[in-house]
């Protein structure tokens, strides 16, 4: 019954990660107004998306326990109309114009703090999702979080992401 659990976690995981759309021309249509911002808020982590460890594509991935500390700078990319409307690995459906991420190993949902390097632009994002899966990326935004980071037009941004811990109120 254990085997079957975490394989029907697998296949969920493996077939909601979400990976970036190709660079290039993006004509949206946005019937949907982008949010100014997230406002994060203590969330208990989703029964969904978050096995100790998962494999995708030959490699192995634990993900982490908590998001308290957590903080890296590399490469993040973007997502959008091919996974629009599609479940994430939290299984909520996932919405490009709505201000949320994918990540490898943080635990999710949890809240993090994503800053352009090269414009020095940054946002709040909520963490719902695993990926990317592309080797030397660390983050993946939706359409709405790459577009306010202005990484829209190139596909990728060098970036320091710094998760938040959000307080009991």
């Not at 993900?63 to 500390?69: A, C, E, N, R, S």
């Not at 990926?131 to 979080?145: C, H, M, N, T």
């Not at 060098?158 to 009991?168: G, R, S």
């Given at each position: 019954m254990k085997l079957l659990s975490y394989l029907i976690i697998f296949i969920l995981i493996f077939t909601s990660g979400c990976t970036p759309i190709k660079k290039g021309k993006v004509n949206f249509i946005n019937n949907k107004k982008i949010p100014a911002k997230v406002i994060p808020k203590k969330e208990k982590y989703s029964k969904y998306g978050n096995p100790k460890t998962y494999k995708v594509f030959g490699i192995q991935y634990r993900?982490?326990?908590?998001?308290?500390?957590?903080?890296?700078?590399?490469?993040a990319s973007w997502y959008g109309k091919k996974f629009h409307g599609k479940l994430?690995?939290?299984?909520?459906?996932?919405?490009?114009?709505e201000i949320t991420a994918a990540h490898k190993t943080l635990p999710i949902p949890c809240y993090a703090k994503v800053t352009n390097m090269t414009n020095k632009r940054s946002i709040i994002v909520r963490v719902n999702d695993r990926?990317?899966?592309?080797?030397?990326?660390?983050?993946?935004?939706?359409?709405?979080?790459a577009k306010k980071l202005g990484?829209?037009?190139k596909g990728t941004a060098?970036?320091?992401?710094?998760?938040?811990?959000?307080?009991?109120n």
């Open positions: 993900t982490l326990k908590t998001h308290i500390g957590y903080k890296e700078k590399g490469i994430t690995s939290t299984r909520e459906v996932y919405d490009m114009y990926g990317p899966f592309k080797k030397g990326r660390i983050i993946d935004l939706s359409y709405a979080a990484i829209i037009k060098e970036v320091y992401v710094q998760a938040i811990n959000v307080l009991d």
